[in-house]
């Protein structure tokens, strides 16, 4: 089988949502398949990293996707053209996009539809972008994959996707994420916190994902109990930050909180492991990747009890409304006051995180790209 694939969220140290489900998977079916033929379009340089074996064969197709106009032109004449030229038997899209001027059979991977939950938190050209065409892309596509059964219910509901068109393969979690040692746990504190505990966040820093009603939670948790715990926010801030901003200048702890920014790949276990607690208090997911990986590091869960999140967290987490900042200090404070409810939820984590795996995901898309 010759399959092509659209690979431009595969980018050296900037690995983020689409771009790390697209490196797990296709890692693995390049693996797996040695006897299959992998076209890889990038849209810019490529790393070699990400040319997993010798069956894969890269093309770098301008122009560089910077902006709605461009990523049209990408796909409607760069990959188009590509396709005319390889002949795959089937073209992969792990990012919910194709091409609609192609005859190649297409199977296109959907991590969410946010869009259409929060259309003004989304710049206004990418806004009009999806609201053309992200509903023309599923529907030319052959098949559709999603990253869990919200987001498949979501399909149906918003755009009217048949059920049938839609198969669900779960995320899975890095090998690089797994239980802290108490050695690890004191190195990172003292690093970060001068030894104390700390509750974390990690992912963009972006209205939709709540970071202002997590401080303004985290404010209060301190007023409450005096505690010596910080809260560590990693990831980039993109977009609107404007409430965050703002949450953060009108906390009294400002001292006990540090945005770290970017965290490097070699990094992100480790701080995630020291943890006290792992807070993920979005308003939308399509699945929530950051809540498997503090799974797997063995650290008790806050999440949200809407979107997928329920769906990924189970009885690993305290749920809480993400709209209602007192269920989020609650939380906090539950965590903080009984030691036995984080040991109960820790070992809920170690059963959840059993149901979800690359490798199984891997061959859920590739059996899809093969019928």
């Not at 431009?8 to 140290?13: G, T, V």
């Not at 797990?24 to 790393?47: K, S, T």
């Not at 869009?115 to 053309?132: L, M």
């Not at 967290?313 to 709209?323: G, K, Y």
């Amino acid at each position: 089988m010759k399959i092509a694939v659209n690979t431009r969220f595969l980018l050296k140290n900037k690995l983020e949502g689409i771009g790390r489900v697209t490196h797990e998977v296709l890692r693995r079916m390049v693996q797996n398949h040695p006897d299959d033929e992998f076209i890889f379009f990038f849209d810019r340089a490529y790393d070699e990293e990400f040319i997993y074996g010798k069956n894969v064969t890269p093309v770098v197709l301008f122009p560089p996707t910077r902006h709605p106009i461009l990523i049209v032109s990408w796909f409607e004449f760069s990959v188009k053209r590509a396709l005319d030229k390889y002949k795959p038997d089937v073209f992969f899209s792990t990012d919910g996009f194709c091409s609609l001027r192609s005859e190649v059979k297409t199977v296109v991977l959907v991590h969410d539809i946010a869009y259409k939950h929060f259309p003004d938190q989304v710049s206004f050209f990418i806004r009009k972008f999806y609201q053309k065409f992200q509903h023309r892309y599923l529907q030319k596509a052959n098949q559709v994959l999603t990253v869990s059964n919200f987001v498949k219910n979501d399909l149906v509901d918003e755009i009217g996707i048949p059920a049938r068109k839609i198969q669900v393969a779960h995320n899975g979690c890095s090998s690089n994420f797994s239980p802290s040692d108490s050695f690890i746990k004191k190195e990172i504190r003292e690093k970060y916190t001068n030894g104390q505990p700390y509750f974390f966040y990690v992912g963009a820093v972006h209205p939709r994902k709540n970071v202002h009603g997590l401080i303004s939670a985290f404010d209060i948790f301190k007023e409450k109990t005096n505690a010596p715990h910080q809260l560590l926010i990693g990831g980039r801030f993109a977009w609107q930050t404007g409430e965050v901003k703002t949450a953060y200048d009108n906390a009294k702890h400002q001292k006990d909180i540090q945005f770290l920014g970017f965290v490097e790949e070699e990094e992100l276990p480790k701080l995630i492991g020291s943890a006290f607690a792992f807070v993920y208090v979005s308003f939308f997911e399509g699945f929530g990747l950051p809540l498997l990986e503090a799974m797997e590091c063995e650290v008790p869960l806050i999440t949200s009890n809407i979107s997928s999140m329920p769906e990924v967290a189970e009885d690993a987490a305290i749920l809480v409304n993400p709209h209602d900042v007192n269920e989020i200090v609650n939380a906090m404070l539950q965590y903080f006051e009984n030691e036995d409810l984080r040991q109960e939820k820790i070992q809920n984590g170690r059963l959840q995180k059993e149901k979800f795996n690359w490798n199984k995901s891997a061959e859920i898309m590739y059996d899809i790209l093969s019928k």
